[in-house]
């Protein structure tokens, strides 16, 4: 009942366990993915040898036998860093180590109580990873995904917030404005984060990574967009200002 996939051909093994694949490319590297119910699952790159002159007339080639690893499990809890309550509804991904190992990652969700578990993995070298709004992206450290494995915790650090107003030339607040922060360089691994100012013109955008400084973009249309560098993420009650592209009227009177 195991499935064998390479490249386009996917066929089931037979009661013995052998299979053949049929319409095959005819190339020298190929990946084979192996499924089976039991949750048994295995990766295996093969690089083929030139077949001989029997396998060639005969248009077959003898891969040998496949191993398949008993497949692993872990779970975990998502903690607030600082107020230690769990997060729920947040995508933990697993992802190899390195990336290029031929395993692919793996999502689960939290729970209500923070806790999640992601199963049908191959034993090796992972890591965690989890990007969402509010928190600082997180990426832990390598972990060993063996049996007995023991629960993975993850912290997420809500980080600093940024808080203002925008208004325009005349002191009027402009909602709809969308405010973009962006942290430093040596912090490239941290996406955009993006807001849009409400109707009274204020914005709040959290999860900016600690003790650095960011450059903050104001952008509507019809207006100028305006750029600051070098605030730090502790800031509080920024005042930004946004000129209009628009020529004011001129009035003539007799």
Do not use: C
Request: aromatic share 6%.
């Amino acid at each position: 009942g195991t499935v064998i996939v390479i490249a386009l051909a996917e066929r089931y093994t037979k009661s013995d366990g052998s299979f053949v694949l049929t319409d095959v490319p005819e190339l020298h590297d190929l990946d084979f993915f192996v499924r089976a119910a039991t949750n048994e699952q295995a990766t295996s790159p093969l690089a083929l040898e030139e077949p001989d002159e029997h396998e060639r007339k005969r248009g077959v080639a003898d891969v040998g036998s496949l191993a398949l690893a008993p497949s692993m499990e872990i779970s975990g809890v998502v903690l607030d860093l600082e107020t230690r309550r769990p997060v729920d509804g947040v995508d933990v991904r697993l992802e190899p180590v390195p990336r290029r190992s031929g395993r692919a990652g793996q999502v689960a969700r939290t729970q209500e109580n923070g806790t999640f578990r992601l199963r049908g993995l191959l034993p090796g070298a992972w890591r965690a990873v989890v990007k969402t709004k509010g928190y600082v992206s997180y990426e832990g450290e390598k972990l060993q995904v063996e049996r007995g494995s023991k629960p993975v915790y993850v912290d997420l650090d809500p980080g600093f917030v940024f808080e203002g107003v925008v208004r325009d030339e005349q002191d009027r607040p402009l909602s709809g404005v969308l405010v973009t922060v962006e942290p430093v360089p040596e912090f490239s691994g941290v996406p955009h984060l993006t807001t849009r100012t409400d109707r009274d013109g204020r914005f709040r955008v959290s999860g900016v990574p600690r003790y650095t400084s960011s450059t903050i973009e104001a952008a509507r249309e019809g207006y100028l967009t305006t750029v600051i560098h070098g605030l730090m993420a502790s800031k509080r009650d920024i005042r930004l200002m946004l000129k209009s592209l628009r020529r004011p009227r001129r009035t003539t009177g007799k």
